[in-house]
């Protein structure tokens, strides 16, 4: 059973940049792609960026609003899945959450099973 911490929110200017973190622990038995999504207070849950664990499903994805903006990219190593975040603007004030599936074809969110508790960035 996965379980997934995140961290590395904050507030932060319009311009800056901040590193989210999301600590993988447990087993990873039937995860096959990890992902960052993002929720802002009265809109739908959105996918960042997603990234396989293994073969083809482990090249990156990041979604439009978000592309050359934010990398994500995980250590195996340390069992950590990182979001790097530059030249943030407003509309990237969110909680963003960390999540693991099985799949890696899509960012809709009910294709990941395990979700951490979120961490809060917002920018001003």
């Known amino acids: 059973h996965v379980q997934l911490v995140e961290s590395g929110g904050g507030s932060v200017q319009t311009g800056g940049s901040l590193r989210l973190s999301c600590a993988a622990s447990g087993t990873g038995y039937g995860v096959y792609c990890l992902g960052w999504f993002r929720q802002a207070p009265g809109k739908e849950r959105e996918g960042v960026a997603r990234?396989?664990?293994?073969?083809?499903?482990?090249?990156?994805y990041h979604a439009d609003p978000v592309k050359g903006r934010f990398t994500i990219n995980r250590d195996i190593v340390e069992s950590t899945l990182y979001l790097r975040m530059n030249r943030l603007r407003a509309e990237d004030s969110a909680m963003y959450y960390c999540?693991?599936?099985?799949?890696?074809?899509?960012?809709?969110?009910?294709?990941?099973?395990?979700w951490g508790q979120g961490t809060q960035v917002t920018v001003s």
């Open positions: 999540a693991a599936g099985a799949s890696c074809r899509t960012m809709d969110p009910r294709q990941f099973d395990v």
């Open positions: 990234v396989g664990m293994n073969g083809a499903g482990a090249t990156a």
